[in-house]
């Protein structure tokens, strides 16, 4: 970390000096010459980040480095800060007068006299730093081979896990649920962080039989600070969001505990369900919420994961066999595992398997060790044993005699020091975020920009970098991904418990960040992030921290001051880069905020803030200004003084129907939007301030990413234009003003060659032809269009279309999916296609396809025929059809038909197979079940592993889940024909 922290002074102090020479006149070679000695020593840095233990000398002297460079640092923004403060926005363009002033000569002066104080200590550490390598017998090594850091392969990064050792636990665990009593039960399942239970316990939640046992299903993780009632309101979500149409109840954001858990406990009561905790660290935590989950005698279930065995045995006292111990990996799954992780073919070379076992006994069985081992060796060249053995010889010797769970910290600290500088600091951060929450990958990668963390590299933005750096974290198995996209790409992450404590405790070393979770919390003076969770006074204790530069602050009403308070954040913390607000009741811009002018990222997102004063053109240093979810509608001219403004979010969704439909609101525009020309990403802006609006698009040719609301046809030609010069567009976005306003993109003529997501919301005369050359596009969105002709063969031949949404788009009788079309297509949406009454899918078409929703699509008669075909197909969704669709769907045909004969089984297995019914039906309502089993197109889709369907009765939303029959269900489970 010091490495990398001495390199980014290293970069700051060569711009300072080539920038404001002729202001340093007199000190330059002083500057020049702590420049140099750091140089000197950054590569004996190199070595020693790389150490798992200094010894005291070695953390003296690293100590003293990183004092030094924090010190020059303070010194060179301080001096900045005094140039800028007195004399405003003419120091960037008149340096000559400035250095003329009286003022800059005092300012000349003080940063004279201190960066000479400074040289005497380099001077100092120099010495010790020699004397410390001639002791100890050191030969200064060699940076050719560090100078270049490594960079994770481009391309998606999320695959499908290759799990190993968890199927047998699996299949346990489902048994217990799908076969348990009629009487609520608790099962806990109990192990060492590091072995995976949170993934078991996904595998086990996200299975197609227990998905059809369940109807409500809810996924919690506690983590040690929880807030009970965040979660009551999180579990009400979850409850409601499988219900689709159902909506939520209105004043769920204002109930206290006791209304919202009398919300669950109503809701549940005559329901099967299924929640699972995880992560119950205490007791008390399932103290507090046992009781919101009602005893109901219909088969309901509560699946918690821990670490301690007193709280599983607290949780499962009236259920004692029901505590799962979850054991390490047997030494066969452990080698199998490490040789999927670390080998290309999943072999071991014979040179390698000596050395490979005895790395791997080290790891005793940990999937997270072994993950994070072979994060380590997949570095490594295979071809010489001798990096190997270095390995093996570095994790220590007497591990054996330490507890499995210090070995397996040993090992993850291992992959840590094995990282190159420039992601030391990138994983540190992730310590900065409260335990147990989704992390955005961009909130990441914006905030690692602003911080220093990333460099320029030739044809590469900053944030191309960072990903590369964020996808390699990834495949190191350092950070988990919680949530992807349909065509891989990330949007939340996390990192394991296990890494999470060793990054906490480099960061407290390394004075990283100070996280503030209690009022009286301390923290050192020199502290240069602080994090607060949970500690309202927290903030009080700001204006001691006059080196801060990042301020990041979670957790809403608990941790924020009032308004008069924040003043001290302006006082004392001038040097701030970086400030997060993200989710607290701010209602009005800070004005404070304003003489933060080093400000690099700021973040308002789901405030209450609603306007923008003129005088945010004083943050000229500004980069991302995130106003996403707050109320802001117009942005005041002034904001285009701010050049350096890459990351532009403007938009928030509101519910304005009973249908729960999302309408996105933008903002308002300064005329010469153009101005801002590093924008890469500009959301959402409304079109109807003029023509001249989209013509000013044309030169931010830096633009990604671009969302436009209120669109008119007559925009279209100037749009167009704009459009054919932004050739780094990744992503666009166009909403016309009205449903029947039309979006003419007809004059594009030369389509940007990368997009990769397209989102059409307005009428279209005509798919236009250059979007058949869109050879980059992952995903598709197209809404209200009502094309006349089908837009199928128009899009069948895309080489990389992933997600393909359609929403009133054809007014046809018929869709036809042809041979060989679509053929990385894996998910389709077909939604309001009123007047359509049949779907035709060729054999060979849509190979890849695993999800088919079909919404609202009244006239349509039957399921899509040649559907069997599809071999990848894992869920059918089927929202809003009518009757006679879902019972053709049936097994049986009829309405409440839910399976085949079960009259003629015995009574016995009769009941076990009620039990894995969806439906919490009476025993005399299934003695109606029709045991014909004629339902007519239920042969087309009884391979499907889930079919979903939401259809209204009697003004009433129901749900039916589909389910395997009754005689595949013997066959997996032959234990039933007892």
Request: aromatic share 8%; with cysteine.
């Amino acid at each position: 970390m010091t490495e990398g922290l001495v390199t980014f002074l290293l970069t700051k102090l060569a711009g300072f000096i080539q920038e404001e020479e002729r202001l340093l006149t007199g000190v330059k070679e002083e500057a020049e010459y702590i420049g140099y000695e750091l140089q000197f020593m950054l590569v004996f840095l190199r070595a020693a980040d790389a150490m798992e233990e200094y010894d005291d000398g070695l953390k003296v002297l690293v100590q003293s480095v990183r004092d030094v460079a924090y010190d020059m640092e303070d010194i060179l923004d301080l001096f900045r800060l005094r140039l800028t403060r007195d004399h405003g926005d003419k120091f960037c363009s008149s340096v000559q007068t400035i250095s003329n002033s009286i003022i800059t000569l005092k300012a000349r002066r003080q940063i004279a006299s201190k960066i000479q104080a400074l040289k005497s200590r380099v001077i100092n550490i120099s010495e010790a730093h020699r004397r410390y390598l001639i002791r100890n017998n050191i030969t200064e090594p060699s940076s050719s081979s560090t100078l270049t850091p490594r960079v994770a392969r481009p391309g998606n990064i999320v695959e499908e896990a290759n799990i190993v050792g968890i199927e047998k636990p699996k299949k346990h665990l489902i048994g217990w649920l799908v076969r348990g009593r009629s009487e609520r039960e608790v099962i806990s399942v109990v192990g060492m962080g590091g072995l995976g239970k949170t993934t078991l316990v996904s595998k086990v939640y996200n299975d197609a039989d227990v998905k059809k046992h369940f109807r409500s299903r809810v996924w919690i993780t506690l983590s040690p600070s929880f807030k009970e009632e965040d979660l009551l309101r999180d579990i009400i979500q979850q409850l409601f969001r499988l219900l689709q149409k159902t909506t939520v109840p209105q004043g769920v954001d204002s109930m206290d505990s006791d209304r919202l858990k009398n919300v669950i406990i109503k809701f549940l009561q005559q329901r099967r369900y299924l929640i699972v905790l995880d992560g119950v660290w205490h007791t008390d935590a399932w103290d507090a919420f046992e009781p919101v989950f009602p005893i109901n005698n219909r088969g309901s279930c509560i699946l918690l994961t821990t670490r301690k065995t007193e709280v599983a045995v607290t949780a499962c006292i009236e259920f004692p066999d029901k505590v799962y111990n979850l054991d390490p990996l047997s030494p066969e799954e452990s080698w199998n595992l490490f040789c999927k992780k670390v080998f290309p073919n999943s072999h071991c070379p014979k040179h390698l398997k000596d050395v490979s076992e005895r790395i791997l006994g080290r790891c005793e069985g940990l999937p997270l060790a072994i993950e994070a081992m072979s994060g380590v060796l997949a570095t490594r060249d295979r071809s010489k044993i001798d990096e190997w053995e270095m390995v093996y010889r570095s994790l220590g010797a007497g591990l054996e005699d330490n507890s499995r769970w210090r070995n397996a910290l040993r090992i993850v600290s291992l992959s840590y020091y094995d990282l190159p500088y420039h992601l030391k600091s990138c994983l540190l951060y992730f310590s900065i975020f409260p335990e147990g929450i989704p992390i955005q990958r961009m909130r990441l990668i914006r905030l690692w920009i602003a911080e220093g963390f990333v460099k320029g590299r030739e044809g590469m933005t900053l944030e191309e970098v960072a990903e590369f750096f964020f996808n390699e974290l990834i495949q190191r198995s350092l950070v988990q991904v919680v949530e992807a996209t349909s065509y891989g790409q990330v949007k939340t992450c996390r990192v394991h418990d296990l890494v999470r404590e060793i990054l906490i405790k480099k960061a407290k070393e390394q004075e990283f960040v100070a996280i503030a979770k209690e009022q009286n919390m301390d923290w050192s003076e020199k502290v240069r992030r602080v994090s607060i969770h949970n500690a309202r006074a927290s903030m009080r204790r700001i204006h001691g921290a006059s080196r801060l530069r990042s301020l990041l602050v979670f957790w809403g009403t608990d941790s924020f001051p009032e308004p008069h308070k924040f003043n001290s954040l302006s006082s004392r913390s001038r040097l701030l880069t970086v400030l997060d607000l993200e989710g607290t009741p701010l209602k009005e811009f800070p004005n404070e905020v304003f003489s933060l002018i080093f400000l690099k990222y700021l973040s308002l997102r789901s405030t209450m803030v609603n306007s923008i004063p003129s005088s945010i053109s004083k943050l000229q240093n500004l980069e991302s200004l995130d106003l996403k979810h707050a109320q802001v509608t117009e942005l005041p001219a002034d904001i285009l003084k701010l050049q350096k403004l890459r990351h532009l979010l403007v938009y928030r969704f509101e519910t304005e129907s009973e249908d729960q439909i999302l309408n996105k609101h933008g903002f308002k525009a300064p005329d010469q939007i153009g101005n801002l020309i590093s924008l890469q990403k500009l959301c959402f802006l409304e079109a109807d301030q003029g023509q001249k609006l989209m013509s000013e698009l044309g030169r931010l040719i830096h633009l990604r990413r671009l969302g436009i609301l209120k669109f008119r046809k007559e925009d279209g030609r100037d749009l167009c234009s704009s459009i054919d010069k932004l050739m780094k567009l990744r992503a666009l976005s166009v909403t016309s003003i009205t449903e029947s306003e039309v979006i003419d993109l007809e004059h594009l003529t030369s389509p940007p060659q990368f997009l990769q997501r397209l989102y059409l919301t307005g009428r279209l005369e005509r798919i236009p032809d250059w979007m058949r050359s869109l050879d980059s596009l992952v995903k598709l969105v197209l809404k209200w269009s009502r094309l006349r002709e089908d837009p199928l063969q128009f899009l069948q031949d895309l080489p990389n279309l992933v997600h393909l949404d359609f929403v009133q788009v054809y007014s046809g009788e018929e869709l036809h999916f042809s041979h060989k079309g679509f053929k990385k297509l894996k998910v389709l949406g077909l939604n309001k296609l009123e007047r359509l009454k049949s779907i035709t899918v060729q054999k060979g078409a849509l190979p890849s396809l695993q999800k088919l929703v079909v919404e609202g699509c009244k006239q349509l008669q039957k399921v899509p025929s040649g559907i069997k075909h599809l071999a990848m197909l894992k869920a059918l969704d089927f929202f809003d059809m009518p009757h006679d669709f879902v019972k053709r769907l049936r097994p049986d045909g009829t309405e409440q038909g839910a399976a085949r004969s079960f009259l003629r089984m015995p009574a016995v297995q009769f009941i076990k197979i009620l039990q894995m019914l969806p439906f919490d039906m009476p025993y005399d309502f299934m003695r109606k079940i029709h045991p014909g089993g004629d339902g007519e197109d239920y042969h087309e889709v009884r391979n499907v592993p889930e079919i979903y369907c939401t259809y209204q009765k009697n003004g009433n939303w129901e749900i039916y889940y589909n389910y395997a029959r009754p005689d595949i269900l013997l066959k997996r489970r032959p234990d039933w024909k007892q």
